[in-house]
């Protein structure tokens, strides 16, 4: 598992920001499968005659999803979002409890059978949390580790029980609020056991925490105990097997034999026996009584990623990096090839008389397993022995090719899409070309969430190379592709450098020379459902600084005006234009975090208008209730306008000019007709040589030539008939192009920018 700064903005990031990132995470069509690896399984059995079976996933994409299933088929019955970065493992727990965790450094807590809503968020890790395990018959005792080095051991009745609310910071309630997202009571858990061997991880604030394993140096990357929980065995790169007493904390025993990384381990329900998988490509049986090993086995032929035994512990499926489940018995030492899967297997999980396989893929798969009597599945022949490394490599090398599988084909699946995997930013920045596992490239319109073309499986080199435009804009988001999905980052101020004129959006009703903040209409059209439900909930009446009331009290340290600049021109609009319009179909996710409770996830649809300044960024309920924008880096481009060499043209301008980036050439040719044709005086610069604002197209109308022409609905420069000619190291300039793009394509240098004009004669 590497290391990759999460979607949210948390403590762990590779660098610190300054301010809070909102993401907004987009979703393709069918939102009840995911779009990327599954890490983890877990099988509801419901104890209810008439009951429901259920199957939960839990994926790369940050979700988990339940499955109801039936003799013959799986259907999608709920997601769970809360998550911010990949779900690694999740585990049964207390009846209908079930638990997560994630690279987000959390673990959440929900109830099974609910739409979806996270019950709790505890913040104990300081780094990504790897593995879960939970003690069957014992069901209050979880216990977690992650690459910190740190297992914590839980007691998942009292951690949920309202008597043990305190203080506590790393605690959040997720149930206290329809959304799940506000200021959270915190819980102090009661230990499981007491002794004075009980290692207490310390927080700032009173209330008892979780139960402490202390004695790992590195990451943990897989963990068991027995049905009891009174057995607790850990492991990771350390290559050693750990032994615990869940109930107080303490070391038992260290076990080593594995030389890399152990991935995955089981407990018998006695706990006696232990069992282990390893990047060594081994199997090994442990007898914790008499703290060895009593056998091996050398069933891969790479990293084993994932075991899952019979119910008596005779058998053991193994599954890993080269894409085969394996059946052995741990007696006998006979080993059979189940199945042979498309992609590395991450985890396994029993269900009835079959096992389902998680992969790197979005899809998992259903094999027959026959666990109350796996003997069934040696009698159909082609097991071979699984003695030591040494052993098997022999008998490979003599038989000379892999064992056959036993099935060929899954008994059910659940399909999930393909993971994009390539994406480029076109230079237009809002389209996105993609492509996924299936090679299908797309083209994404990211300030409205969708698919504006499916190309299919073309070439994603030469559909870029075809889609390239000479336009230059300023890089106000960035994109990742962590999640299977596109996740597209807003970090203030940069997301607010960018602009573009209404007519370049086609956005009717609106004058064509108005410049639009695309990341200001952006936030504004994610976050409409929201507006509109906290306009229901607190009225929509401006207060009397023109400000929309915000219904909770927002912080005057947050909001002052002082960090913040007005458009003294923008009229406090909350509509949303045509190019800027998500979907309620398939809506996004806003992936963010406010002044309390940590990073948080919810679809735009699910919010319900009462989050406020402790569950956004400042900056963008500054925006989108205020219409407000932080200061920026500066927009303007400054140049000069000198007349091409050798001509006999006027000198207009002695001094360095300055006009918005976006500034289209047209409107330097207008400018210098202005001056050249209409004979106006200096006073059309400004004494710092800003250019005007009717030239710039700011409010009023354009005094330019052929004033009759411009009422006909043409652009200004096809209006004109000009006979002035704008050029740039000796290149002519198409009108359409802007003082950005001639800088970045053009003129290519860090000086100003120096702009040479000409009459061309015999013009009509």
Known sequence: MHRVGSAGNTSNSVRARKEKRLTYVLNDADDTKHCAGINCLAAFTSTEPDGCNYLFTGSRDATLKRWALSEDSASFSATFESHVDW????????????????????????NSLSDGACA????????????LAAAEKNSNVIASGGLGGEVFVWDIEAALSPVAKSNDADVDDCSTSNNGLGPLPNTSLRPIGSSNNISVHATQNQGYVPIAAKGHKESVYALATNDQGTVLVSGGTEKVIRVWDPRTGSKSMKLRGHTDNI???????????????????????????????????????DSVWSLASTPSFSH??????????????????????LCREEHPILQLALDNDGIWLATTDSSVHRYPAEARDPVKVFQRGGSFYAGNLSF???????????????????????????AIVQHEILNNRRHVLTKDTAGIVKLWEITRGVVIENYGEVSFDKKKEELIEMVSIPAWFTIDTRLGSLSVHLDTPQCFSAEMYSADLSIVGKPEDDKVNLA??????????????????????????????????ISTRTLTLSRVEGDANLENDSSVYPPFEFPVTSPP??????????????????LDGTEDE?????????????????????????????????????????????????????????????????????????????????????PGPLPLVGDSSLRSGLRPWQRLKPSIEILCNNQVLLPDMSLATVRAYIWKKPEDLILNYRVVQNRS
């Not at 569950?615 to 880096?633: A, G, I, Q, S």
């Open 263 to 301: 991935r995955a381990l089981l407990v018998d329900p006695s706990g006696r026996y232990c069992i282990s998988g390893s990047s060594d490509s081994m199997i090994r049986y442990w007898d914790l009584s008499m703290q060895r090993c009593i056998h091996s086995y050398a069933v891969h032929t």
């Open 87 to 110: 779900v690694n493992d999740a585990v049964m727990a207390n009846g209908n409890t079930l638990v997560s965790c994630s690279s987000d450094a959390t673990i959440k807590v929900w």
């Open 316 to 337: 053991v499926y193994s599954g890993g990096r080269d894409h085969s489940l394996y059946l052995t018995d741990l007696n006998s030492r006979e080993s059979v090839l």
């Open 520 to 553: 200001r209409e952006t936030l504004k059209g994610l976050l409409a459902h929201w507006l509109a439900k906290r306009r229901q909930r607190f009225g929509s009446q401006p207060s009397s600084n023109g400000e929309i009331p915000s219904g909770k009290e």
């Open 589 to 606: 996710s806003v992936v963010t975090e406010g002044s309390q409770g940590g990073p948080w996830r919810k679809k735009t649809t699910d």
């Open 120 to 131: 709790r968020t505890f913040h104990q890790h300081s780094d990504y949390v790897t593995c």
């Open 614 to 698: 402790k569950d956004f960024p400042w900056w963008v309920l500054d925006c989108v209730l205020n219409n407000r924008l932080p200061p920026r880096e500066n927009t303007k481009c400054s140049f000069y306008l000198h007349p091409c060499e050798g001509s006999t043209v006027q000198i207009l301008t002695q001094g360095k000019l300055s006009a918005p980036r976006i500034l289209r050439i047209h409107k330097v040719v207008n400018y210098v007709i202005e001056k050249m044709v209409l004979d106006k005086s200096l006073d059309s610069a400004s004494a710092d040589g800003t250019l005007a604002p009717s030239i710039l197209g700011g």
């Open 392 to 418: 098997s490599r022999a008998r490979v090398s003599l038989e000379g090719s892999t064992p056959v599988p036993v099935y060929k084909e899954a008994s059910l699946s659940i399909n999930g899409t393909p």
